[in-house]
C-alpha cells in the first residue's frame, strides 16, 4: 500500500512541475494519445487513462487524440501540445520519461526519468 502512495506521489510531483513550467502558456491543450508507442493495446495498463486524469486534475484542457476535438484545435493544430510517455527501460529497471510535444514534433517540456524495479507492469509503470 506504501508503494502505491509513494508512487502516486512521485507522479504529483512530475505533473506538479510540469504545470509550473512557463513552457506550457501558450498552449490551449494537453493531447493524450490512446496508445503509446511501447504499447501493444488502447491503453494498457491504465496509463493513457491516467496520465489524463492527472492533467485534468491539474487544470489542463486535456483532449484524447483521435477522438472529437474542439473546433479551434481542430483549425489550428498548433494551440495543443502532445503527452507522449517513452519507455527507455533496460532489463532491470523499468524506466518512463513524459516528454510534451508541439505540433513540429519539438520537445518543449520533459519529465526526468521515472524508475521502477517492480516485477508486475502494471505496478511498475505507475510507481515509475
Not at 511501447?38 to 491539474?58: A, G, P, S, V
Not at 510534451?100 to 502494471?122: A, F, P
Request: include cysteine; hydrophobic fraction near 35%; charge should be neutral.
Amino acid at each position: 500500500m506504501s508503494k502505491k502512495i509513494l508512487s502516486l506521489f512521485f507522479f504529483f510531483s512530475l505533473i506538479t512541475n510540469l504545470y509550473s513550467q512557463d513552457q506550457l502558456n501558450p498552449y490551449k491543450y494537453v493531447m493524450i494519445k490512446k496508445q503509446y508507442d511501447f504499447q501493444d493495446t488502447e491503453n494498457k495498463y491504465r496509463l493513457n487513462t491516467m496520465t489524463k486524469y492527472h492533467f485534468d486534475q491539474r487544470g489542463f484542457n486535456t483532449v484524447v487524440k483521435d477522438e472529437t476535438v474542439p473546433d479551434d484545435l481542430h483549425e489550428n493544430p498548433c494551440l495543443g501540445v502532445t503527452a507522449d510517455l517513452e519507455d527507455v527501460s533496460n532489463i532491470l529497471v523499468l524506466k518512463v520519461q513524459m516528454k510534451l510535444k508541439n505540433c513540429r514534433d519539438e520537445t518543449v517540456v520533459q519529465t526526468i526519468i521515472g524508475r521502477s524495479k517492480e516485477k508486475w507492469y502494471e505496478d511498475a509503470y505507475k510507481e515509475a
